[in-house]
């Protein structure tokens, strides 16, 4: 903490203090007392011209610009309006910003600010590495904390944006060493995470969520606990709870002694007549709010966000996340942009329940007015923000829009996303009102005054006029992935696959982080059977968004049809991750393990159809699996496959319970028994058994007279050889000689009734079948004589 200090009396030396506050606020007062409080004026405008040579200055630079750019655009209130103005005269700062083509938010306030701060970033981290120099921890993560805000201002994922936060993260990491500060250690593995977690990388933030949990000490379960939610409810049932257990010896400082100054909004009342402000538990201790340190708040709030972007999105997912919620809207204590944060997430789910969006909407409209104004001092709003998943001030004003539509003030709604030129709301919004007409009306308007990709665009979607996106390229210089993924959507909608495909690959190139846009090129290209430009489409998407099923599953398909099924097969098992329940993703990895011979795989997957569906029954998947089993044919691992008979059988087992009908399932189930001969007759008796009852007429043709004839004698001998085996066994004796018994009299019915037809295709079955019980007599016979 050196050098933040020297940064600090720099500042104050200088003359600098409104500079100085920004930095000690951001670097310090998140785990320490505040040492004063102060009002936001201005920065003095920077001169380019001159040349920094202290590092110490452009670090200084840099954070203060993005502590002003953060409040601007993020945690309020906003800088006087001719602000940004005064500090890069004719700097088109907002063009400068660029990444892969996605321009900054419309919405966006002082962008100067920003490329401030990129500007000096540049230098202390990308041309210092240049020149042999390593970045410090502090400047490594503050440049972190620029490139995640660059990326909020977006409206799409940028992958230049990411690369460079996925290399810069490698690099803060190697300085981990250099820092014995706990409170810092652990907030930069909540920010690493939570950015991992912004760009979609579910696999890396795992990794980085265990990394918080075991550098933090801190362990969060969810458990159960009885409980009612509703006002009338009699019986209590299992509600989840949030338990934190902190697993070191550290003395983490209160929230009341920390941020005991700053006032925290509050949830608004539900006041409904069926639902209960909050789950109420049977036991009293659980109904008390814990109350926790500031920094595991960030955790508890880190993991919810996990959560959130790591499970398929269904209403089971959402209770689940309640408890981690309910934990922090009701602390008295901790971070304002934490208590924010948890405010937002919170409105975005009930607005998706009828009892709640009222509160939703109304806690809302408050949440923005506590960012627009507020009590809070400049330092309390600052104070963790960087850990608390900042959301730009315009998006938590396009919720509350809407929200407005939700609840039908569709026009209320529309003025306010005129105000916040959100142009694909306002085009839906008067579509609501049959007036689609003004939405093009409004678009060629805003045109007229400054073109830009974005408007040209929207006046494509609105006007089906393709020419649009045609000029939305040229004003881009051709940068445009937004340009050319409107362009493929244009033909996308009207199945023109052939002429959407170039499209999206050019988008794809220009901005690789693009979810729908490789969804739907990847569609296409399966409906033009182009299997190897669906298949790089959906292996990109899956490395971005892991969760989803339907992905996997087509990334499978063209994988068999290239003929590359073993890499079909992994990923039908990471389809199945995803979705345990769906029965068509188990039956392609069913065949695929199949032609892989991954054997036993696939008779966990017949288990698991069998589960799943009903009447689910295929002969011929059983019969290539017994035959394999039967000859302990090599398996994909070079492994005998008879090391799976007995899983073989229970299989067999479970099939033949569900359909007692179906004599081939006793049948295929005989021929695995081996040397055992008595269970080998048994499952033969019932093989017999399932065929003459379920065609009481099978003696009539030759041919169903052959196969029962056939098993008949198979039945015959095979309970002979048990017996012979069994003649100096007293404990199998009697259940063989009952077997004995059994056969013959299934025998001799079976020898009347294809005598009496007399078929010439069974006359040496007949008289096998005579042979065999003429044997069976014999033996019966001295049994009962000895």
């Known amino acids: 903490m050196d050098l933040n200090i020297r940064v600090f009396n720099f500042l104050e030396e200088k003359d600098y203090p409104e500079l100085a506050a920004f930095y000690h606020d951001a670097l310090f007062c998140d785990w320490e007392e505040s040492l004063s409080t102060y ?72 962008p100067e600010l920003l490329y401030i701060c990129k500007k000096a970033f540049d230098v202390l981290t990308i041309e210092s590495e240049e020149l042999g120099s390593p970045a410090s921890f502090e400047e490594r993560l503050w440049y972190l904390r620029y490139l995640m805000i660059h990326q909020r201002c977006l409206d799409d994922l940028s992958h230049e944006l990411y690369s460079k936060f996925d290399r810069n993260t490698e690099l803060l990491v190697s300085t981990f060493s250099t820092i014995d500060h706990y409170g810092l250690l652990v907030q930069s593995h909540i920010e690493i995470a939570q950015g991992y977690i912004f760009f979609k990388r579910i696999t890396k933030s795992e990794q980085w969520m265990k990394s918080l949990k075991d550098i933090s000490g801190i362990e969060l379960t969810v458990e159960g606990a009885l409980g009612v939610r509703t006002q009338h409810q009699q019986n209590p049932l299992p509600q989840l709870t949030l338990r934190v257990n902190i697993l070191n010896s550290r003395q983490l400082k209160p929230a009341a002694e920390t941020h005991g100054e700053i006032i925290l909004p509050s949830m608004l009342n539900l006041d409904d007549d069926l639902r209960l402000e909050k789950t109420q538990f049977i036991a009293e201790e659980e109904n008390k709010d814990v109350q926790l340190p500031s920094l595991v708040q960030e955790i508890i709030f880190t993991n919810l966000l996990y959560l959130k972007h790591s499970q398929p999105r269904d209403k089971l997912a959402d209770e689940e996340l309640q408890p981690y919620l309910t934990t922090l809207l009701y602390q008295k204590h901790g971070p304002l ?52 998943g900042l959301t730009p001030r315009w998006q938590i004003k396009a919720t509350l829009g809407r929200l407005r539509v939700s609840l039908g003030m569709t026009k209320t709604a529309l003025d306010l996303f005129l105000e916040l030129h959100l142009w694909e709301e306002v085009i839906a919004c008067y579509t609501t009102l049959d007036l689609r007409h003004k939405a093009a009306e409004i678009i060629q308007q805003e045109i007229s005054k400054k073109p830009t990709v974005l408007l040209y665009c929207l006046l494509g979607d609105a006007t089906d006029d393709v020419g649009c996106y045609g000029n939305a390229w040229e004003l881009s210089k051709e940068t445009s992935a937004r ?61 971005l968004e892991s969760h989803g099923f339907e992905a996997w599953n087509n990334l499978a398909k063209a994988y068999v049809k290239l003929g590359q099924k073993t890499r079909a097969h992994k990923i039908l098992q990471e389809a199945l991750k995803c979705n345990f329940d769906n029965w068509k993703v188990w039956e392609n990895f069913l065949l695929v393990s199949i032609d892989t011979k991954n054997y036993e795989d696939a008779i966990n997957a017949y288990e698991r159809l069998m589960e799943l569906k009903d009447k689910f029954e295929d002969h011929e998947i059983l019969e290539i699996l017994t035959k394999v089993v039967f000859e302990g044919a090599l398996d994909a691992s070079d492994n005998s496959s008879q090391r799976l008979t007995k899983k073989m059988l229970q299989l067999l087992g479970h099939a033949c319970a569900r359909n007692v009908s179906n004599g081939y399932l006793y049948e295929l189930s005989a021929q695995l028994e081996g040397e055992d001969m008595l269970k080998k007759a048994n499952k033969l008796q019932n093989a017999y058994r399932a065929y003459t009852q379920s065609n009481n007429q099978w003696s009539k043709a030759p041919d169903s007279s052959e196969k029962i004839l056939k098993i008949c004698i198979e039945l015959c001998k095979n309970s002979l050889q048990a017996f012979f085996n069994a003649k100096h066994d007293l404990e199998m004796c009697q259940a063989v000689k009952s077997q004995l018994s059994s056969a013959r009299l299934t025998g001799q019915g079976c020898l009347r009734a294809a005598s009496n037809e007399n078929w010439e295709q069974n006359a040496d079955l007949v008289n096998q079948l005579k042979y065999v019980i003429e044997a069976l007599n014999a033996e019966l016979t001295d049994s009962a004589n000895q």
Not at 349 to 376: M, P, W, Y
Not at 504 to 520: A, D, G, H, V, Y
């Open 39 to 110: 009002e936001f004026h201005k920065i003095e405008p920077i001169d380019w011209e001159v040349v920094f040579i202290d590092r110490q200055e452009i670090l200084v630079t840099g954070i203060a610009a993005l502590c002003a750019f953060t409040q601007d655009n993020f945690v309020g209130p906003s800088l006087p309006a001719e602000y940004s103005a005064k500090l890069m005269p004719g700097v088109k700062a907002a063009d400068l910003l660029k990444s892969d083509g996605e321009e900054l938010n419309e919405n966006v306030s002082s």
């Open 337 to 388: 942009a934490t208590r924010i944060a948890a405010l937002l997430f919170n409105i975005q789910l009930e607005a998706n329940h009828k009892r709640t969006v009222e509160r939703s909407f109304k806690q809302c409209e408050d949440l923005i007015r506590q960012l627009d104004g507020g009590s809070n001092p400049l330092q309390h709003r600052l104070a963790y923000a960087f850990a608390s």
């Open 483 to 543: 340009a050319q993924r409107h362009w493929g959507n244009y033909y996308f909608a009207k199945n023109q696959f052939a002429e959407a495909i170039p499209h999206f690959q050019k988008s794809i190139q220009i901005n690789c982080l693009q979810e729908t846009t490789l969804l739907r090129l990847g569609f296409a290209a399966l409906q033009l059977e182009q299997w190897d430009v669906a298949a790089e489409a959906y292996r990109f998407y899956t490395s």
